[in-house]
Structures are given as structure tokens and as C-alpha cells.
């Protein structure tokens, strides 16, 4: 008798070519910030001599520097439209109280939902007004709302209301931390998720009843949340 030869299994299986996500890149436009260094002329007769000139000048540096940073972290905090909209599109913008409505970026929130952050309010949300007793409770449900997979928020940055809700809501705890002179307090604000350590940082550019939780690494998506 002849010998059969074996079955072979089909194996092969085609595979699908439409593309399984649409990306999208947000655009955003080049905002630029100045502040004027000058000397008059009386400055310079009362400074006579080079050096207390170049003092002067390096003083007057010194302090547009400071200028400078305090009108960016103002810019940082804002949603964008001061200054006839030269200012930067920050925080308010891109975590918005309304995430369901509005383009940033380029990009409408409206048709593209993966472009709309995540917001909790304390009255309508929690059913009561955002205090101590209640920040961290509503700081809990925001927490969860902002992991996906491995994302997760490492990053709390609050206005000085919100701050200090959560700074007294810590007191119960608080130990002393060093012996010889009794001082209490903590170096740093931490709060602790399921996903880890985020820092929580005051900003006083933020507004009072203002929250948001950031992810750092995908700070561009804005993954946060802002508590109102």
C-alpha cells in the first residue's frame, strides 16, 4: 500500500492593513517675551566711571531676568488670551474647566476625544465644597481618572487655597523632625497612588481654587485634571 502523505495545516492568515489609529499632531504657534534694559542719561552721570555703569547695567539685568520669569510663570497659569493673545497657552487652556469644547493645538476637543482632560468639582462632583476635610478624598477620584496603563499623574500643582487644603489635611501626621530644636513640618508634599509618588507643588501664578494633575512625560497630551 502507498503511503499517504500528512496533512498540512493551513497556517497562513492574511492580516489587515487599515490603519488602527489616526494620529493627529498639535500645532502651536511661537510666543515670544521681551523686557527692556535701559540707562538714561541721568542714570549714567550719576554713575560716572565704567565700572559702576557696567554695575548699574548688570543690576538692571538682573532684575529684567526676574521680570521675565515671573511674566512667563504668570503665562504658564494663563489660557492664553491676555495681551490680544500673545501670551502663552497655558494650563487653563490645555486643562480646560470645559474639555469637551474648544480647539488647542490645532486640534477640537469636540471631535477628538482623546484631547479632553479629565475634571472633578467639588460641589456638583463630590457633593460638597473642597476643604480639608475633603481634598483628599476628591484628590483620590481625580488620581484615578488619569491613569491609563502605565500613565499616571506624577505631577499635583495647586494655587494657594487648594495648597493649603491639602497642607492641613496632612497636620494629623505631621511628626517632629528633629530632636534637638523641635522643629515640625515637612521638607516636601507628596501624594501617594496606586501608580506611585506624584509631588505636589504650590505655584502662586496658579489660581486659589485651582488643582491640576500632570503627567510629565506625555506633558504635551496634558493628561490632568483640574479641580473647580
Known amino acids: 500500500m502507498g503511503s499517504k502523505r500528512p496533512h498540512k495545516e493551513q497556517l497562513d492568515e492574511a ?6 489609529d489616526v494620529f493627529t499632531a498639535a500645532e502651536f504657534n511661537w510666543k515670544q517675551a521681551a ?41 504658564v497659569a494663563s489660557d492664553g488670551t491676555g495681551s ?8 487653563r487652556s490645555l486643562v480646560a474647566d470645559t474639555p469637551t469644547s474648544g480647539t488647542v493645538g490645532g486640534i477640537d476637543r469636540a471631535t477628538y476625544t482623546f484631547w479632553q482632560n479629565q475634571y ?14 475633603t481634598i483628599q478624598g476628591y484628590m483620590h477620584q481625580l488620581y484615578l481618572l488619569t491613569i491609563r496603563n502605565s500613565d499616571r499623574t506624577d505631577l ?9 487644603y491639602y497642607w492641613d489635611s496632612l497636620v494629623a501626621i505631621q511628626r ?42 506625555v506633558i504635551g497630551a496634558l493628561i490632568g485634571v483640574t479641580v473647580h
Open 84 to 91: 490680544g493673545g500673545k501670551t502663552i497657552g497655558g494650563l
Open 15 to 20: 492580516l489587515g492593513t487599515a490603519a488602527s
Open 35 to 75: 523686557v527692556v534694559v535701559t540707562i538714561s542719561g541721568r542714570e549714567r552721570r550719576m554713575n560716572s566711571g565704567d565700572n559702576a555703569v557696567i554695575n548699574l547695567l548688570a543690576s538692571r539685568i538682573k532684575n529684567a531676568e526676574k521680570t521675565m520669569m515671573n511674566n512667563v510663570a504668570i503665562g
Open 176 to 217: 517632629i523632625t528633629s530632636a534637638e530644636d523641635g522643629a515640625t513640618g515637612f521638607k516636601n508634599i507628596a501624594f501617594y497612588g496606586p501608580g506611585g509618588q506624584a509631588d505636589v507643588m504650590y505655584d502662586s501664578s496658579i489660581s486659589a481654587t485651582r488643582m491640576y494633575f500632570l503627567n510629565e512625560p
Open 120 to 133: 472633578y468639582r467639588g460641589v456638583t462632583d463630590g457633593g460638597a465644597a473642597v476643604s480639608a476635610s
Open 156 to 164: 499635583i500643582v495647586a494655587g494657594t487655597t487648594y495648597f493649603k
